[in-house]
């Protein structure tokens, strides 16, 4: 992988911690940006394979910089599938539970698939703020910082995102299941 490109052995070594302690991190952000796992998966690679020809020249968190190709990426990747059917259906039938409870967790899974609909339908920037804010859990400056944006417009932005989102999954719409 990387002595091809020049990196030398410690670089290699290096670079392959980093990939084992932030593969899972990567990949789950890039879930959260596209809401496919094979998406998430191509976004990864890209992302691992430009931190590599960049891994010498690096300062700070490499991290950091993987993340923002992640969402660079994503970004670029939905503009362009914009109009594109969605491949595999994920729809869930809702149970029918006798004493209201939920036994095996549906109303959970409910909820995520809720949510995860949600997510994709909103604007590519409000959806990269609310991953790197509360699934990342960044602050709004080291969103800001990631985004190339300003600290007010992580903020401004988020607020938008999230009124956004409970008006696609009313907090209410659970609360019966959960009782």
Request: net charge neutral.
């Amino acid at each position: 992988m990387g002595r091809d490109r020049g990196m030398d052995v410690a670089a290699e070594a290096a670079f392959r911690e980093f990939v084992a302690a932030s593969g899972t991190r990567l990949l789950r952000t890039a879930y959260l940006l596209t809401g496919d796992r094979g998406h998430a998966e191509d976004l990864v690679q890209l992302a691992l394979e430009r931190t590599a020809r960049r891994w010498s020249g690096l300062a700070g968190s490499p991290e950091a910089f993987a993340r923002t190709v992640l969402l660079h990426a994503a970004t670029d990747r939905r503009r362009r599938r914009r109009a594109r059917a969605q491949e595999v259906s994920d729809e869930v039938d809702e149970p029918t539970v006798a004493d209201g409870t939920d036994p095996d967790g549906t109303d959970q899974l409910l909820l995520r698939r809720d949510l995860m609909d949600a997510l994709r339908q909103l604007p590519p920037r409000q959806r990269a703020v609310l991953v790197l804010r509360y699934f990342v859990d960044l602050s709004e400056a080291e969103a800001a910082r990631e985004l190339g944006i300003s600290v007010g417009t992580v903020k401004s932005t988020a607020s938008r995102g999230l009124e956004r989102l409970r008006a696609l999954v009313p907090a209410d719409a659970y609360q019966e299941v959960q009782r």
